[in-house]
C-alpha cells in the first residue's frame, strides 16, 4: 500500500467540515482523540442535516446525544424557521453493543439502508470499542476488521461519505492497541482532536494515497443482531428514526 503522508498541520474545525462536505461525495475521514469528538462530530451532522442531508449513525459507545442536535435545531431557528423535530426526522440511529453486531450493521445492514434511503454521510461512533473486549477472540477481531474496512470502501466507492469518531484509548494488550492504527491506515484523512483549555485542538496528522482495498473474507457475524434504538430496542433490525419526543429529557451515560 502506498501511503503518502503529509506534514502534521493545526487545522480549524471548519476547514475539516469543509473539506469533509467538499465535492466529490465518496470519502473516509477518521476523528479521534479525547471525548470532544463526539461533540464535534455531531457539531458536523448538525449542519449536514440542517442543509436538509439525511444522516445515518451508528453508535457503538453509546454517545449519541439527541439533545445536542435539537439544541442546535432551537438555536438555528431565529435565522431558518426550523423546528428541531424536523432536523431530528432526517437523522436514523444504530446501536450496536458488541463487535458482532457492529459488523453485522456495517457490513449488511447499513449499506442497503443507506442505499434505500439516500443517506450520503454516514456518522460511526467507537466503530472499535467492543472490539476491544478481551472475550471475543483475537483472530476473530482481526478477519471481523478485514471485512468492516472492506465495506466501508465499498460505501466510499458508492459515494457515501464517512465519518469516524473514536475516543483514543491506551489498552493493556499490545495486540488489541494495533487494531486502531489498522484501521486508521485504511482511511483518506486522519485527525486527531484534544482539548486545550476548553477548546478543541485539531491536527490534521496524515492523508493516505489510493487505498488498494482489503479482500472480503466471508463468514459468520455471530448470533446477534444489531440492537436498533427508536427510543426503545427494536427487534427488526433495521436503522430507524430518531424520535422528536426524545429531545423532552435526557439520558445515556457518559465516560
Do not use: W
Not at 482523540?33 to 439525511?54: E, K, Q, W
Not at 443507506?114 to 467492543?130: C, E, M, N, V, Y
Not at 472492506?150 to 487494531?179: D, G, P, T
Request: proline share 5%; glycine share 6%; hydrophobic share 35%.
Amino acid at each position: 500500500m502506498n501511503i503518502n503522508s503529509t506534514p502534521t498541520t493545526l487545522v480549524p474545525y471548519t476547514t475539516l467540515l469543509r473539506r469533509f462536505e467538499a465535492e466529490p461525495s465518496g470519502k473516509l475521514f477518521c476523528l479521534y482523540g479525547d471525548r470532544s469528538v463526539f461533540r464535534l462530530s455531531l457539531y458536523a451532522a448538525s449542519h449536514a442535516l440542517l442543509s436538509n442531508i439525511p444522516i445515518a449513525l451508528v453508535d457503538g459507545t453509546n454517545r449519541f446525544d439527541v439533545y445536542y442536535i435539537a439544541e442546535f435545531a432551537r438555536r438555528a431557528t431565529h435565522q431558518q424557521r426550523i423546528a428541531p423535530e424536523e432536523l431530528l426526522q432526517r437523522m436514523f440511529i444504530s446501536r450496536a453493543f458488541t463487535c458482532y453486531q457492529m459488523e453485522a450493521t456495517l457490513t449488511e445492514r447499513l449499506p442497503a439502508f443507506a442505499q434505500r434511503k439516500h443517506t450520503p454521510i454516514i456518522i460511526i461512533f467507537g466503530l472499535l470499542d467492543s472490539f476491544y473486549d478481551e472475550q471475543a477472540p483475537l483472530f476473530e477481531v482481526k478477519a471481523s476488521i478485514q471485512r468492516i474496512i472492506a465495506s466501508l470502501h465499498k460505501l466510499k466507492q458508492q459515494h457515501f461519505s464517512i465519518l469516524l469518531a473514536s475516543q483514543e484509548m491506551k489498552l493493556a494488550s499490545s495486540e488489541r492497541n494495533a487494531l486502531f492504527p489498522k484501521l486508521k491506515s485504511a482511511m483518506d484523512e486522519v485527525f486527531r482532536v484534544t482539548e486545550n483549555q476548553g477548546q478543541p485542538r485539531i491536527v490534521h496528522e496524515m492523508s493516505y494515497g489510493k487505498y488498494l482495498g482489503i479482500r472480503n473474507q466471508g463468514g459468520s457475524h455471530g448470533k446477534n443482531g444489531p440492537d436498533i434504538h427508536h427510543g426503545h430496542p427494536a427487534g427488526d433490525g433495521k436503522l430507524v428514526q430518531v424520535p422528536p419526543r426524545n429531545a423532552e429529557g435526557r439520558s445515556g451515560r457518559t465516560r
